[in-house]
């Protein structure tokens, strides 16, 4: 006995030390037994893989994956499964020992041990699929206590977990650079504290949406009247570049739905797309904007109820010609006690999806009130992979032309109201218009001014006339078509068209055609009118074709004139002493080349026979000579079967008239026939130069008599 006591002894203390460096090499082997044991019959599992020996800095591992279920509640008909993924961890402990009097500093009574964990990444997804979340270099940490008072327990008291730049994604939708300070506790019935959540940008397939700067506060504590409802607080967003905020956003549990309404903050309108092109000097727009959208989110479909969009008085979009000069501006501003800009907007929008992935969007319906009239669409689908839509906006009274102001070498005011259809297919970036149709009962008052240099009063009374033109028009209609490659054409009709200037007036009457325009790409700067026809002087007038070149300010065409009475042209030139019957016809080629015209072999004949009246006077009889006092008396009752004229003009003025009469005067030499021929050369423009002078006198002094008045 005395010969293997010692031996014992020795191998019970040797056996002390290896059992500790057993179980120290062991423990990665075991620990994740004995943890899948202790699981069994858990909501949860958790698997360790890669595990390390401990270590006075803790102990690591190459994964740890974990999941749970919950147990179902009455807000919720599924169960869902939540799993967390740890990559590259390591767990550190930090016990704190508390000892009381009976412990003899042997045994401590409590152990409060904060457990800190870290990792490369962390992933947390849901089945079925719902979300998936990831973040880079997390930081759990945790506390819990361990007591021996009443037998050995171990309570957890807290876990906090701060998000940093962390992303979330569902199908194609993914945030990013979300941040969020997870803080549960055992004082606060595990209930997720009230902290702010924000997201710094959404994405959609990839691509950056127009939505950033989320911020909200969110906690898990719910309503006790509505238990199955969490809410964010205080939300607000960026949209494009406009401020909006909510209340509040709920999501129902078990409806799943998600409600809130959207208030957009005011901001300058051109700041907004499409109209942050302009610079300070030509701004593309100007004003501000606010707006508030009721949305509902369920069953991949969004809803929006009666959202509105105002703008402040005055607010308008402005139209620049090539040389940065405003043509014409479009009034938006919300009128006091009248139409505002958009309200009553509802529209529903279904978020179609393929295999679980966002496949498109489906428009079922849109409407709203617009300018004091109505706008709706017919439902359409937008497929990201072709980004090809279809659809036609409907227009019903919108009051838009009075909200139409014109700038520069352009004034005038337009009234009425505008409905019609407008057939839009977009293809990826590019937008086609298909026989668009748009008519008004209303029309305008358009006023040409071209810019005049400064002149003295001697000036004014002997310069040319005055080319302002003014152009009035009713009751517009058109169809207009639109490729996708950018070319125009629209096809016009007017109930009457006036045309107004110093040297007279003239009213078309239901005039038509077809205006084209960006169809040439090598030459943009074409403009061409085709199939043109109107009323003119009881008779008609049409163009087949002409083409203008607007960088060039030139154009060749041929007026084609039919059924125009006699009288009426003769009337047209002020003459008081000419009577005459019957109608003509002809073609008039005429060149224009930088606002100066030319008429080249223009000619117009009788279209059946007529009689011509000259009342000549006995002074005028009596000082013509024989062949002059011929004529006057052959005219004096001339019934004639042949009238021809020819007509040219240079583009200096310079014109020659020709008329070759041929027919009888029952009162003149029996009535024999006579044939007359009667020549005119005039410069025209020259005439004209000198029928403006009064007018420019009147001018003047209407002038004079103003400022008068203003004394």
Same mark, same amino acid.
């Given at each position: 006995?005395?010969?293997w006591?010692?031996?014992t ?9 290896l059992l ?11 620990a ?6 202790a699981?069994?019959?858990k *909501? ?23 999941s ?11 169960p869902?499964?939540?799993?967390l ?13 508390s000892y009381g009097p ?7 009574d409590?152990v ?7 990792a490369?990444?962390?992933?947390l997804?849901?089945?079925?699929e719902?979300?998936v979340?990831s ?5 759990l ?5 361990a007591?021996?008072s ?12 701060p998000?940093?730049?962390g ?18 506790s ?5 209930q ?6 924000r997201?710094?940008?959404l994405?959609?397939d ?7 700067? $989320? ?6 504590k ?7 409802t969490?809410?964010l607080?205080?939300c607000?967003?960026d ?20 409600? $809130? ?15 942050d092109?302009?610079?300070?000097k030509?701004?593309a727009?100007?004003g501000m904007?606010? /707006?508030?959208?009721?949305?509902? $989110? ?9 959202a ?10 402005i139209?620049?010609?090539k ?18 800009l ?14 679980k992935k966002l ?13 004091g ?8 689908s937008?497929?990201?992979?072709t980004r090809?839509?279809r659809?036609?906006?409907k ?12 700038? /520069? ?8 109201s ?9 293809d990826k ?13 209303g029309?305008g008052?358009v ?10 009063t001697?000036?004014?009374?002997f310069?040319?006339a ?6 009035t028009?009713t ?7 639109r ?12 109930s009457?068209?006036?045309?107004k ?5 003239l009213?078309l ?9 960006w ?6 700067d074409?403009?061409?009118?085709t ?20 960088a060039k300010?030139s154009?060749?065409?041929t ?14 030139q002020?003459?008081?002493?000419i009577f ?5 016809k002809?073609?008039? *080629?005429?060149?224009l080349?930088n ?11 009788a ?5 011509i009246?000259y ?10 000579n ?14 004639y079967v ?11 003025g310079?014109?020659?008239?020709a ?6 005067n029952?009162?003149f ?5 006579v ?18 002078i ?9 002038e ?8």
């Open positions: 006995m005395k010969k006591l010692p031996g002894l020795v191998f019970l203390l040797l056996l002390l030390v500790p460096v057993a179980a120290w090499f062991s423990f990665p082997f075991v994740p037994l004995l943890l899948s044991r699981l069994e019959g *909501p949860f599992r958790i698997e360790l893989s890669g595990l390390t020996s401990p270590g006075l800095s803790g102990l690591g591992f190459r994964q740890l994956k974990a749970f279920t919950p147990p179902p509640d009455g807000c919720s008909d599924e869902i499964t939540f799993t993924s740890l990559i590259n961890g390591r767990l550190s402990f930090h016990p704190v020992l009976a412990s003899w500093g042997i045994m401590p409590n409060d041990t904060e457990i800190t964990l870290l490369d990444s962390l992933s997804g849901t089945n079925p719902l979300f979340f973040d880079r270099t997390p930081q940490t945790a506390r819990i206590t007591s021996r009443r037998g050995l327990s171990i309570k957890p008291l807290s876990l906090s977990y998000v940093i730049d992303k979330a994604g569902r199908e194609k939708l993914r945030l990013e650079g979300v941040n969020y300070r997870v803080q549960l055992e004082a606060g019935k595990w997720q504290a009230v902290d702010t959540l997201v710094a940008a994405y959609s990839g691509a950056a949406s127009p939505v950033s700067n $989320f911020k909200a506060l969110f906690g898990s719910r309503d006790p009247l509505n238990p199955c969490l809410t607080s205080n607000s967003v949209l494009f570049e406009w401020q909006a905020s909510s209340q509040k956003i709920d999501y129902n549990l078990k409806d799943k739905k998600t409600r $809130f309404t959207l208030s957009l903050a005011e901001i300058p309108l051109s700041q907004l797309p499409g109209f092109r302009g610079g300070s030509t701004p727009a100007s904007v606010s /707006g508030s959208l009721p949305i509902e $989110f369920q069953d991949s479909t969004i809803t929006v109820r009666n509105a969009l105002a703008a402040t008085k005055g607010s308008r979009i139209f620049y010609s040389e940065k000069r405003a043509l014409f501006s479009f009034d938006i501003g919300d009128a006091k006690g009248g139409d505002k958009l309200h009553e907007l509802n529209a529903t929008i279904k978020l179609n999806s393929s295999n496949s498109g969007l489906a428009i079922r319906s849109m409407s709203a009130m617009l300018l009239g109505k706008i709706s669409s017919t439902p359409f937008f497929d990201p992979s090809i839509s659809f036609t906006i227009l019903n009274n919108i009051k838009a032309l009075e909200r139409v102001k014109l700038h /520069g070498d352009f004034k005038g005011s337009l009234s009425g505008i409905s019609g259809v407008v057939p839009i297919t977009i970036s590019r937008f086609a218009v298909n026989n668009a149709r748009l008519h008004s009962s029309g008052k006023t040409i001014a071209t810019p005049r240099k400064k002149q003295t001697q000036e004014r009374i310069s040319s005055n080319s302002d033109a003014t152009y028009f009751e517009p209609d058109i169809l207009l078509t490729t996708l490659d950018g070319s125009l054409a629209i096809r016009f009709k007017l009457r068209l006036g045309r200037t110093s040297s007279g007036e009213l009457i239901a005039p038509l055609g077809t205006i084209t325009l169809k040439n790409r090598l030459h943009p074409i403009v061409s009118l199939d043109f026809s109107s009323g003119l002087l009881d008779g008609s007038l049409s163009i087949a074709r002409v083409d203008y070149d607007m300010k154009a060749e065409t007026l084609h004139v039919n059924n125009i009475p006699l009288q009426k042209l003769l009337d047209l002020g003459t008081k002493k005459a019957t019957g109608t003509i002809g073609d008039i *080629p005429i060149a080349k606002e100066l015209f030319e008429i080249r072999n223009g000619g117009m004949n279209e059946q026979n007529g009689q009246i009342a000549s006077t006995a002074e005028e009889r009596a000082a013509a024989q062949g002059l006092r011929t004529t006057y008396e052959a005219l004096s009752n001339f019934l042949h009238l021809n004229s020819s007509l040219s003009m240079t583009p200096d310079k014109s020659v008239i008329v070759q009469l041929k027919g009888s029952p009162d030499q029996n009535g024999r026939a044939e007359l021929n009667l020549n005119v050369e005039q410069n025209l423009l020259e005439l004209m130069r000198s029928l403006s009064s007018s420019n006198v009147e001018e003047i002094i209407s004079k008599a103003l400022q008068m008045q203003k004394k």
